[in-house]
C-alpha cells in the first residue's frame, strides 16, 4: 500500500464545518428538561421517591446475595447452638449466663454477650466493607454513577442500607435467641444484674433495648468499614481492614496499660448494652455509648464522603 | 480547581473531628471559659466550722449520683489487677465507678457495675444486703454496721468519709488552706487544702472539694510531691440533691439466687485480721500524723499460702503482690537488709528479719523506723 | 498539529439544547504515576453527529470518555455534556458504556437492568418493565432475560451493556468500542442500531479501532494518538483532505521517477516494478501523456485514494507498540 502525504493541517479547515454542522442540528429537538427544579416541593417528592427506589434496590441485593444469606443464616444459628450447649450441659446457674437454664428470656442476653465481640462485626464489616469496594471491583460503580446515581446520593443509600442491615441481624439475633429460649427452657420474669427482678413483658422491653442499642454500635462499625471501603477497589481488602481493626481494638482494650485510650476505641463501646440488665436502666452509660457512636459516625461518614465525591472512578 | 475542591472537600472530615474533639474536650474548655466559680469568701476556719456543724446534724440530704474513684498510686505490678478482678479489690488500681443513691443513714445503695456484672450493697432499715450477680450470691450481713463505723466496705470510699478523715488528721503538723474555688460535678466547690509541713512526706497535699450549697464533700485528690496529676482520688462525677426511688433500696433476693449469711465480703475479713494482728501487739505505728509508718511482721511466705487458700480475693492479692515483689530493689543498712518498694505515694520496705515496715513518707523515714526494733 | 477552533469557543455557555453535545477545552490528565493520558484535548461534538472517536490502545479514549461522564476528574482544562455545568445534571440524558461491560453476576439479565434503572433518578419506575423489555428486545437478549448474568457469553454480556444504555430516551450514547466481543452479526447489528438511534436525533460518540465501522456509521472523526487530538473533522473532510496518489507499473521504474519528477509531482517512491507518486491536482491523463512521452513502457496505472486506514496509521504511526 502506498502512504499518503502529510494531511494534518490539511485537516485544520475543520472549524467552520463543525460550527455549521451543529447550527444544523441545533433548534429542532430542543427538548424541556425536567420541568420542577430541585427546590420545588414536587420536584424534592419526586427526589425522595427516587431515592426511596435506590434503596429498596440495594436492600433487594443485600438480602438476596447468597454470601449475604449465609451470613445472617450464621447470625440465626449461633444463639441456637448457644441454647442447645446450655440445654446439654445442664445446669451451673451460678454465673448470670448460667440463668439460661431457669428463664429463656436470658439467652438474649447471653447471645449478645457472646456475638457482639466478632460474630455480629463480622457480618456487618463483610456487607459494610463491600459496599463501595465491591462495587468498584465488579466495575458497576462507573455504571451506577452514570446512571447518574450521584456521588454522595450513593453514599447516603449505601450507608443506610448498611444500618438497615445491622438493624435486621441484631434483630434476627434477639429473635433467634428468643425462640430458642422459648422453646428449650422455661420462661419467667427475669432477674438482672442489679438483683431486683422484672415481669416478663418488661424483659421483652429489655430485650428490644439491648438490641437496639447493639444495632447502634454496629451502625458505628458500618460507617468506619463504609469509610474504608472508598479507600480500596477490593472488597476482600476492606472487609479484612475492618476486621482486624476490630480485633486489635479489642486486644488494646485488654491491656491494662492502655487504659487511657479505651474510652476512644469503639469496641469498647458494644458492651455497654449490660447497661439495659440494671436496675436502673444504666441511661448514662447507654447515652454515652450512643454519643460515641454518633461521633465515628459523623467522622468516618465525613471521611467517606471527602474521600468517596473526589476519588477517580477508574476502575 | 479540582486541587482545590478536594482540599475544600477534606476539610469537611477535618471540621468533624475537631467538633468531636472539642465536644470530648469540652468539660475543661467550658469549665476554663468560665474561669473558677466565685463564691462567698470563706476562711479555713470558717469552712471547717461550718463543714463541722453542717457534719454535726448527722443527716447528709438525699442524693444519688455516680462516684469515679481513680488510683494511679504507680504501684509496680499493680495495674496487671484491673483486667482480672471485678469487685471491691480491683478498685486497688485503675479507674472506677461506683452509683450511689443516698436516701437516710438507713436507706443507702452501692451498685459497682462491671461488664455483665454488678456488686451491690443495699442498707434499708435493718437489712444489709450485699449482692454478687456473677456469683448469683445475695449475702445477709449480720452485723449491722456500727456508728462509729461506716457502713461501707472501706475500699469503696465515699467523700464524706474521706473528708472525715482527712479533716482528723489536720492538727498541728498540717497547714490547712482554702485554694481556688474547683467545679466538681458541675457544682461550685470550695477546695480545702491540707499539706503536711513534714519534709520526709510524701504527700504534698490533700484536696477537698467542699460543695458551695450544701457543704456536702464532693471530691477528695491526694497528691504526691512532683507529680501534677492526683495519685489518688475519688469524687462525684454527677451527683443529684434530690430523694432517689424508692424501690432503690428495695431488695428481694432473687429466684434461684444462693442466699446465704455472712460478714461483709474480703476487706472486713482483712480488717478484722488487722485488729486482731494489733491486738496481740504485732501491729504498731511508729511515729505520728503524715509520716507515721505501720510495722508489721511479715513473710514472703504468707503469700504463697494465701494463693493456695485460691478464694477470689485472695488470689487476686496473691498475684499482686508477686508482681510487687518482682519490682523491689534490694536496701541494705545498719538496720539490716530488705527490699524496698516505692511508689510515688507510698514506700514499703520488706526486712529479711520478717517485717513489713510501710508509709507515705521517704524511705529514710522507714530506715529510721527499722532501725528501732 | 492539533485542530484548534475558535469558532466553537463559547459553545460551551450556550444554551443546552442548541450548543453541540460535548465540548472539551484544554481538557487534560495526569494520572497519579506522572502519566499523561489526555493531554490539551479540545474537542467539539455537534448535536446529531455520530462521531467516531480513533485512536491506538493506550491513545486516551477511554480516559476521554471518563472525564466527559465525571469519573475521572481533570487534572486541568474543562469539559461539558449536553451544554450542562457538571455531568451528572446531564447524565439521565446520556447512555454510557464505559470499558467494557459490568454487572452483578449473580442477578439475570433483566434485573441488573432495572438495578442501573433504580439508579437513575428521573427513571419512571411504572415503565421500567416495558424499557428493559425493550432494551433487551433491541439488542437480541430477550430470549436471555432471565438467565443469570455469570451465564452470559461475552457477546450477549456486551449485547447487555448495550441495553443498558437504551434504557431511556437519550440525547447522547457515549460507547467505548461497542463491538468489542460481538459476533459478525452482533457487529451489524449494532452498527444498524446506532443508525436507528442517529436518525432519531440521538448524538452518538462512539469509540473504536475498527475503522471499517467508523467509516460505515459515522459523519465525524477524532483521532488520538499518545493522549492529543491529531485530526478532527467530517468523514468527506478527512477523505478529501488526503490526497490522492498515482501508481505506475513499469519495468523502468527509476526513469519513470525521473519523468514524474520532471512533471513537478513529489513525495516519489521508486520500488521494483513500480513507482508511487503524490498526484495532487495534477491530472492522470496528463500524466500518462507525459510517461508516453518519455518511452516508459507503462504496464499499468493505477490512481489510489488513501482508506481510512491509511489516513490512521498516517496520523497515529506506523509502529505497533502502544507508548507507555
Ligand atoms: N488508572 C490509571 N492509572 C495510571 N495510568 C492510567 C490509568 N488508566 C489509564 N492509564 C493510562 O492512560 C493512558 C490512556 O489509557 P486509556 O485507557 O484512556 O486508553 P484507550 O485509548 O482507551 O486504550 P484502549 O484502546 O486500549 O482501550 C494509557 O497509557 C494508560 O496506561
Ligand atoms: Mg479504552
Known amino acids: ?315 | 480547581m479540582p486541587k482545590r475542591a478536594r482540599a475544600v472537600r477534606w476539610g469537611v472530615p477535618i471540621a468533624a473531628i475537631a467538633v468531636v474533639a472539642g465536644a470530648v474536650g469540652a468539660g475543661p474548655v467550658i469549665a476554663a471559659v468560665q474561669g473558677d466559680p466565685v463564691l462567698p469568701e470563706r476562711t479555713a476556719q470558717q469552712l471547717l466550722a461550718d463543714v463541722g456543724t453542717r457534719w454535726k446534724s448527722g443527716e447528709l440530704p438525699p442524693m444519688s449520683g455516680t462516684i469515679i474513684e481513680t488510683a494511679s498510686l504507680g504501684v509496680p505490678g499493680l495495674s496487671a489487677l484491673t483486667g482480672e478482678a471485678t469487685g471491691p479489690v480491683a478498685l486497688l488500681a485503675g479507674s472506677h465507678q461506683v452509683k450511689i443513691w443516698y436516701g437516710s443513714d438507713s436507706q443507702i445503695r452501692l451498685a459497682l457495675p462491671s461488664h455483665m456484672s454488678e456488686h451491690d450493697l443495699i442498707v434499708n432499715g435493718d437489712q444489709t444486703w450485699w449482692w454478687d450477680s456473677a456469683a448469683n450470691t445475695a449475702t445477709r450481713i449480720k452485723t449491722p454496721p456500727m456508728p462509729s463505723e461506716p457502713a461501707l466496705p472501706p475500699a469503696v470510699i465515699t467523700p464524706q468519709e474521706a473528708a472525715e478523715r482527712a479533716l482528723a488528721a489536720a492538727d498541728h503538723d498540717t497547714a490547712v488552706s482554702v485554694g481556688n474555688d474547683a467545679t466538681v460535678a458541675g457544682r461550685a466547690a470550695y477546695e480545702l487544702v491540707l499539706a503536711p509541713r513534714a519534709a520526709t512526706s510524701l504527700v504534698k497535699d490533700i484536696r477537698v472539694a467542699i460543695d458551695g450549697e450544701t457543704l456536702i464533700p464532693l471530691r477528695v485528690q491526694v497528691y504526691a510531691k512532683g507529680a501534677a496529676e492526683p495519685a489518688f482520688e475519688v469524687g462525684f462525677d454527677s451527683v443529684t440533691f434530690s430523694r432517689p426511688a424508692p424501690e432503690n433500696f428495695e431488695f428481694t433476693p432473687p429466684a434461684g439466687a444462693k442466699v446465704q449469711d455472712g460478714e461483709m465480703p474480703a476487706l472486713d475479713q482483712d480488717r478484722a485480721a488487722l485488729r486482731e494482728h494489733a491486738e496481740d501487739g504485732e501491729l504498731k505505728t511508729v511515729g505520728s500524723g503524715w509520716t507515721s509508718v505501720v510495722v508489721l511482721p511479715f513473710a514472703t511466705a504468707d503469700l504463697a499460702e494465701g494463693e493456695k487458700q485460691g478464694h477470689g480475693p485472695g488470689l487476686a492479692v496473691g498475684a499482686m503482690a508477686d508482681g510487687v515483689l518482682k519490682a523491689a530493689e534490694p536496701v541494705s543498712g545498719a538496720w539490716g537488709n530488705g527490699r524496698l518498694i516505692r511508689t510515688k505515694l507510698v514506700s514499703a520496705l520488706l526486712t529479711d528479719d520478717g517485717r513489713l515496715i510501710a508509709g507515705a513518707v521517704t524511705p529514710e523515714v522507714l530506715y529510721e523506723a527499722a532501725g528501732r526494733k | 498539529m492539533t485542530t484548534t477552533i475558535d469558532a466553537a469557543g463559547d459553545a460551551m455557555t450556550a444554551s443546552p439544547a442548541g450548543g453541540p453535545a460535548i465540548v472539551t477545552r484544554g481538557l487534560t490528565k495526569r494520572f497519579r504515576g506522572g502519566q499523561i493520558a489526555v493531554d490539551h484535548l479540545d474537542l467539539t461534538v455537534p448535536r446529531g453527529a455520530v462521531f467516531g472517536f480513533l485512536g491506538p490502545n493506550g491513545s486516551g479514549k477511554t480516559t476521554t470518555i471518563r472525564m466527559l461522564l465525571g469519573l475521572v476528574t481533570p487534572t486541568s482544562g474543562s469539559s461539558s455534556i449536553l451544554g450542562a455545568a457538571s455531568p451528572v445534571q446531564a447524565l439521565t440524558r446520556v447512555g454510557a458504556l464505559v470499558e467494557g461491560p459490568a454487572f452483578y453476576p449473580y442477578l439475570s439479565g433483566a434485573a441488573n437492568l432495572r438495578r442501573f434503572d433504580a439508579a437513575d433518578p428521573s427513571a419512571d419506575p411504572r415503565t421500567v418493565g416495558r424499557r428493559v423489555a425493550e432494551a433487551l428486545d433491541r439488542v437480541g437478549l430477550a430470549a436471555a432475560a432471565k438467565k443469570r448474568y455469570r451465564a452470559y457469553s461475552l457477546g450477549m454480556r456486551q449485547r447487555l451493556a448495550i441495553a443498558a444504555t437504551l434504557l431511556g430516551p437519550r440525547e447522547l450514547l457515549v460507547l467505548d468500542e461497542p463491538t468489542n466481543g460481538l459476533d459478525p452479526q452482533g457487529t451489524r447489528e449494532v452498527r444498524n442500531l446506532i443508525k436507528d438511534v442517529a436518525a432519531g436525533g440521538t448524538t452518538v460518540f462512539v469509540s473504536s479501532h475498527l475503522l471499517a465501522e467508523v467509516e460505515q456509521m459515522c459523519t465525524h472523526i477524532g483521532v488520538m494518538s499518545t493522549g492529543r487530538l491529531v485530526a478532527e473533522g467530517t468523514l468527506t473532510e478527512l477523505r478529501s483532505a488526503s490526497v490522492p496518489r498515482i501508481r505506475v507499473e513499469t519495468p523502468d521504474s527509476s526513469l519513470a521517477a525521473a519523468a514524474l519528477t520532471a512533471f513537478g509531482l513529489t513525495n516519489i517512491i521508486p520500488a521494483p516494478g513500480e513507482v508511487s507518486a503524490e498526484l495532487g491536482d495534477a491530472l492522470p491523463e496528463r500524466v500518462t501523456a507525459a510517461l508516453v512521452r518519455e518511452g516508459i513502457a507503462v504496464r499499468g496505472l493505477q490512481v489510489v485514494h488513501p482508506t481510512l486506514e491509511d489516513v490512521f496509521v498516517h496520523l497515529t504511526g506506523e509502529g505497533f507498540d502502544v507508548e507507555a
Open chain 1, 1 to 315: 500500500m502506498s502512504k499518503v502525504g502529510p494531511l494534518g493541517e490539511g485537516l485544520s479547515v475543520s472549524a467552520g464545518v463543525q460550527a455549521d454542522s451543529s447550527a444544523v442540528s441545533a433548534g429542532p429537538r430542543a427538548r424541556s428538561l425536567s420541568g420542577d427544579g430541585p427546590e420545588s416541593p414536587r420536584g424534592a417528592l419526586a427526589g425522595v421517591r427516587a431515592g426511596v427506589r435506590l434503596l429498596r434496590s440495594e436492600i433487594g441485593l443485600t438480602f438476596r446475595r447468597p454470601r449475604n444469606l449465609a451470613l445472617l443464616g450464621v447470625l440465626a444459628v449461633v444463639p441456637l447452638v448457644i441454647g442447645v450447649a446450655i440445654r446439654a450441659a445442664g445446669d451451673g446457674a451460678d454465673s448470670f449466663v448460667g440463668q439460661v437454664a431457669g428463664n429463656g428470656l436470658v439467652l438474649t442476653f447471653a447471645a449478645f454477650f457472646v456475638m457482639l465481640p466478632l460474630v455480629l462485626p463480622l457480618a456487618v464489616g463483610v456487607v459494610a466493607g463491600d459496599s463501595i469496594a465491591g462495587e468498584a471491583g465488579l466495575g458497576t460503580l462507573r455504571y451506577l454513577l452514570t446512571a447518574p446515581a450521584g456521588r454522595t446520593r450513593l453514599l447516603a443509600l449505601k450507608y443506610a442500607n448498611v444500618v438497615v442491615f445491622a438493624v435486621a441481624a441484631c434483630a434476627l439475633v434477639a429473635v433467634s435467641a428468643l425462640v430458642t429460649g422459648l422453646v428449650l427452657f422455661p420462661v419467667g420474669p427475669v432477674t438482672l444484674l442489679s438483683g431486683s427482678t422484672i415481669p416478663l413483658a418488661e424483659g421483652l422491653l429489655r430485650i428490644g433495648l439491648v438490641a437496639l442499642y447493639a444495632a447502634a454500635g454496629m451502625a458505628a462499625l458500618g460507617a468506619l468499614a463504609l469509610a474504608i471501603s472508598t479507600l480500596t477497589e477490593t472488597s476482600i481488602g476492606a472487609i479484612a481492614t475492618t476486621l482486624v481493626l476490630v480485633v486489635v481494638a479489642q486486644v488494646l482494650q485488654a491491656i491494662p496499660q492502655l487504659a487511657v485510650i479505651e474510652p476512644y476505641l469503639l469496641t469498647s463501646w458494644w458492651a455497654g448494652f449490660d447497661g439495659a440488665l440494671r436496675d436502673p436502666v444504666a441511661t448514662d452509660q447507654m447515652g454515652q455509648g450512643l454519643l460515641v457512636f454518633a461521633a465515628y459516625i459523623v467522622v468516618c461518614g465525613s471521611i467517606a464522603w471527602a474521600r468517596f465525591t473526589s476519588r477517580d472512578i477508574t476502575a
